[in-house]
C-alpha cells in the first residue's frame, strides 16, 4: 500500500433566509417574507487514504479496474493503519495481490461516508484518481461495510453512471432515492442476526430494486451477526462477478 493524502474542495448550500422588513415598510402588517437563498460555498475536506496499485502495474500500458473501498465507523480516526483491520486493504496487508487498482480512504471521526459533503468528496477523490492512473472508466466499483455499505449505496445513488458495480455490505440507504441504481448491478450481503444494522435494510431495498433491476442479487447469512463482510471479503467469487461487470 502507498499512503497518499488529498485536499479535495466542493459542496453546494441552500440557505433558507428569514428577512424582516420591518423598516423598510414600517405600515405593513406583514413584515417577514421567507426567501430562498443557493450559492455554491467551498468547504475544504482532507482525506487520508492508501492506495494499492497492482503488481504488474507500472510494466503494463493498459487500464486497470479502480475499486473504492469504505470502511466502517470503527475505523474512523487519524490512524491510517485502521484501514486496514477489515476488508480489501486487510487482505492486501496480508499478501494478496488483486488485478485492480484499490483506493481506501479514511473518514475523520465526527462524520460518516453517507454526509453529502464526502459523498461530494468521494466522487472527486475518484476523478483525481482517474486522471493520475492508468484506469478504464467503464470499470469503477465501489464497496463498503456497516457505515461504507450506507455510504456504497450513497455514492451510488448520487452517482449512478459513474458504476459499473457496487458491493453494499450490511449497509441501508434512502427508499426513495433507491430507484436511481435501476441499473447498476449489485450484490447487497447482510447477516439476519445482525442487531448494529437491520438486515431489513438490506432486503427492502432488494425488494424495491428487484422489479427494475434485473442485476440486483441479495445474499442474506443465517445465524451471522454484524459481521457479515469478514465472509464476503474472503469470498473469491464477489471478485469475479465485480469485475465481470
Known amino acids: 500500500m502507498q499512503y497518499k493524502s488529498i485536499k479535495i474542495q466542493t459542496f453546494k448550500f441552500i440557505f433558507n433566509i428569514v428577512i424582516v422588513l420591518s423598516t423598510l415598510f414600517p405600515e405593513s402588517n406583514d413584515k417577514r417574507y421567507i426567501k430562498n437563498f443557493e450559492t455554491d460555498v467551498m468547504i475544504e475536506v482532507e ?6 496499485l497492482p503488481s504488474n502495474y507500472s510494466d503494463s500500458n493498459k487500464e486497470f479496474p479502480l475499486v473504492l473501498f469504505l470502511h ?13 483491520v477489515h476488508g480489501i486493504p486487510k487482505l492486501i496487508n496480508m499478501g494478496r495481490e488483486f488485478p485492480f487498482i484499490t483506493i481506501a480512504p479514511q473518514c475523520p471521526s465526527d462524520r460518516r461516508w453517507s454526509d453529502p459533503v464526502f459523498v461530494k468528496a468521494l ?4 476523478e483525481k484518481t ?13 464497496t463498503g461495510l456497516s457505515m461504507g455499505g450506507y455510504g456504497t449505496l450513497a455514492i451510488a445513488m448520487e452517482r449512478p453512471d459513474l458504476f459499473a458495480g457496487i458491493i453494499p455490505i450490511c449497509g ?11 441499473n447498476v448491478p449489485i450484490w447487497l450481503f447482510h447477516g439476519d442476526a445482525d442487531t448494529v444494522v437491520p438486515v431489513e435494510n438490506s432486503t427492502k431495498i432488494y425488494d424495491v430494486l428487484k422489479p427494475i433491476n434485473n442485476k440486483v442479487k441479495i ?5 451471522v451477526g454484524h459481521d457479515s463482510w469478514t465472509q464476503t471479503y474472503d469470498n473469491n467469487h464477489i471478485y469475479e462477478w465485480l469485475l465481470s461487470q
Open 130 to 142: 482517474k486522471s493520475q492512473h492508468n484506469i478504464d472508466d467503464h470499470r469503477v466499483y465501489v
Open 72 to 84: 466502517g465507523a470503527g475505523e474512523r480516526g487519524e490512524d491510517i493503519n485502521l484501514i486496514e
Open 123 to 126: 466522487i472527486s477523490l475518484i
Open 47 to 52: 482525506l487520508n487514504y492508501l492506495l494499492y
Open 172 to 182: 441501508g440507504g434512502d427508499l426513495k432515492k433507491i430507484g436511481r441504481l435501476k
Open 219 to 223: 445474499t442474506i447469512y443465517e445465524d
